[in-house]
């Protein structure tokens, strides 16, 4: 049984304060069969998740910024991991306003790893939060300096 949205391991709040801006939201997900023919009955053969004119998913709450179908949410969305996703690293370093602006800017920048932020954990945010925030805008000067021009 997968839970709500509020048991979800990654601080979701905290990453859109550090600048992902619902990154995921905006990503192109492919469906599995199974995830067409529940979400889509009409047409099953669907193999995308539908996105609005502004290019957020169809599911995405815009006031709450949570997911409406977070219950019955895509293979794909349960499976991503914000932290491991090279292009939410540059989008947190140098915002963006689309995917396609922002893989062009994947493209020109240096950012190690071990410069990445973390978007923390449920577990991380409630145990330290003046720590998280000395730790964030470290990064920030870090990254900053690693732009390629």
């Known amino acids: 049984m997968v839970g709500a949205m509020s048991d979800c391991c990654l601080n979701c709040e905290a990453g859109r304060t550090m600048g992902c801006r619902t990154y995921c939201c905006q990503l192109l997900v492919r469906l599995t069969e199974e995830d067409a023919q529940r979400l889509y009955p009409e047409r099953p053969t669907a193999r995308f998740l ?75 945010s409630s145990s330290s939060a003046s720590s998280s925030s000395t730790s964030e805008s470290h990064s920030s000067e870090d990254t900053g300096s690693s732009v390629i021009t």
């Open 50 to 124: 539908e996105k609005a004119e502004d290019g957020f998913c169809i599911h995405l709450d815009r006031m709450t910024h949570r997911c409406n179908i977070w219950e019955q949410r895509p293979e794909v969305c349960r499976g991503y991991d914000c932290n491991s996703d090279f292009l939410l690293q540059v989008a947190v370093a140098e915002g963006f306003t689309s995917i396609v602006e922002l893989t062009g800017r994947a493209q020109r920048i240096y950012l190690p790893s071990h410069l990445w932020v973390k978007v923390p954990d449920e577990a991380d």
